[in-house]
């Protein structure tokens, strides 16, 4: 039995309410089927695409939520908000259409995109600080001088509450479900889905993964509350969030049956997966509950619905993000070869190395090292392969060729 004073106040009520609310405002947006997943999790696997809900990601549902119950006096002080992005776009979107001034603070490093979208979604943005916490802090300050309400990201009932009508619909669309995947930043979907999911269906598994290296909820759920991270470092913006919000984390505590986390490799290789398998354009941070699946597929008992909560991502960070899952994969080889530096030597080793059916993609010459001989050159060949085995094949046959490998990487 869920007792409702442990919810921060927030009850599956509130979720029906809110959903009601978003009636016309959220996207019907229909599962998809993968069975490139389907084949690795052997069992049914449903993708929640919030990645193609408004703005991007599944933040206009708390943000309209939330701003639609203000007061009149309230909407008439304005709206202020701290994000990385997505949650910001949500709050711009929501106030836009509520008709109500919205001020968003956001890292000096946010996505270029990001901010573009939320100004032409009509928000004034304010770049400060190097994280979201940092912003967040800022946030609050221009709240307590000009009366602004805050629109926390994930620290709020209305907010928790609005996330919470994805899993609603997750029943709806998938009633045999047996687990929910979340990616899970402050832990404000996490707790959403989990309230809405498990107040009727306790017997389905509801799982939140986090980036490794942001990943506050185990260190929290361990010491029994919030608990701040002393520093974080991962790809995925949108959920590195340092210390859970009190209203999530009760849900979280209560009703989540599992933290997972994954590491950056992780969450790019799950950023390429779906790009290639089901054409789909994720953000590091909308991935993480695929990495999650990717990481361990016989830890999920299907059916799964695996939540890919957000698409808004830089076109340049999605080049750097590509290019490190296809190192993952080991679909990307650097080799250091030393040789003889006379005419043809070269070519010949371009040649040895197309005949393997791998594509040079970059060439470095190196004459000045000190440990080379005067007739020496080193050359870095960054090569595309098919995979691990044809990386060690290519090696192996250019050994055998009498190349001198000094150094093998897997790729910048």
Known sequence: ????????????ADIEAAAQ??????????????????????????????NLQRAGSFKIR??????????????????????????????ALAAQRLGVRATVFMPEAASIPKVAATRGYGAEVVLTGATLDEALVTALEYAEETGAVIIHPFDNADIVAGQGTLGLEILAKMPEVRTVVVCTGGGGLLAGVALAIKSTRPDVKVVGVQAQEAAAYPPSLAAGHPVRLPHMATMADGIAVGLPGDVPFAVVEELVDEI??????????A??????????VIEPAGAAALAGVLADPSAFEPPVAVVLSGGNVDPLVLLRIIRRGLVSAGRYLAMSIRMKDTPGSLARLLNDIGSRQANVVDIEHHRDDAGLGFDEVEIVV????????????????????GYAIAARGSGP
Do not use: F
């Open 271 to 280: 950023v390429v997966r779906l790009l290639e398998r089901s054409k789909l």
């Open 21 to 50: 609310r978003l009636s016309g405002i959220v996207r019907d947006l229909p599962l998809v089927e993968p069975r490139w997943l389907e084949e690795i999790v052997g069992g049914e696997v449903r993708l929640v695409t919030e």
């Open 260 to 269: 997972r986390t994954v590491t950056e490799d992780e969450l790019a290789t």
């Open 1 to 12: 039995m869920i007792h409702e004073r442990e919810r921060h106040a927030v009850t599956t």
């Open 382 to 401: 960054h090569v595309e392969t098919r995979g691990p085995e044809h990386c060690d094949a290519l090696v192996e046959y250019l050994r055998n060729s």
């Open 62 to 91: 708390g943000a309209y939520n939330r701003i639609a119950q203000l007061t009149d006096e309230e909407k008439a002080r304005g709206v202020v908000a701290a994000s990385a992005g997505n949650h910001a776009q949500g709050v």
